[in-house]
C-alpha cells in the first residue's frame, strides 16, 4: 500500500524559507514515477508547483515559485522535498505531495496525472 506524507508545514514571516517533506512508503518512488508538489488555498483549485521524476534528469517549476524554489530527492530516505525561498502572503495554503504511476512529462501539472496523495502540510505566511 503506497503511501505519502508531507511535513515541514507551519507559521513563517514573509521572506523566511520553509523545506518540505514527502516521505513515500512502498513503491510509490520509484522508476520514471513523477512527484509533484501543489497547493490549495481555501475556495481555489489545486496548483501545480514543482515535480520531478524519481531517477533523475528532469524537474519543472511553476512561474509562482520559479527562481525561488527547489525540489529534490533522496533516494535513500524515499522522500522528496520542496524548499520555497522568499516566502509571500500569498503562499499561504496547504502543500500536497502526490505520486504518477508512470512517467507524466507532458501532464505533470496536472493534479489529474497523478495517482497518489498525501493528506497535506499547512504553510501559512504572514507577520
Known amino acids: 500500500q503506497e503511501q505519502l506524507v508531507e511535513s515541514g508545514g507551519g507559521l513563517v514571516q514573509p521572506g523566511g524559507t520553509l523545506r518540505l517533506s514527502c516521505v513515500a512508503s512502498g513503491r510509490a518512488f520509484s522508476g520514471s514515477r513523477f512527484v509533484g508538489w501543489f497547493h490549495q488555498a481555501p475556495g481555489k483549485e489545486r496548483e501545480f508547483l514543482a515535480a520531478?521524476?524519481?531517477?533523475?534528469?528532469?524537474?519543472a517549476y511553476a512561474d509562482s515559485v520559479k527562481g525561488r524554489s527547489t525540489v529534490s530527492r533522496d533516494s535513500a530516505k524515499t522522500t522528496v522535498y520542496l524548499q520555497i525561498n522568499n516566502l509571500r502572503p500569498e503562499d499561504t495554503a496547504m502543500y500536497y505531495c502526490a505520486a504518477s504511476l508512470r512517467g507524466i512529462t507532458s501532464s505533470q501539472t496536472s493534479a489529474r496525472a497523478y495517482d497518489y496523495w498525501g493528506p497535506g502540510t499547512q504553510v501559512t505566511v504572514s507577520s
Open positions: 520531478l521524476k524519481w531517477n533523475g534528469g528532469h524537474t
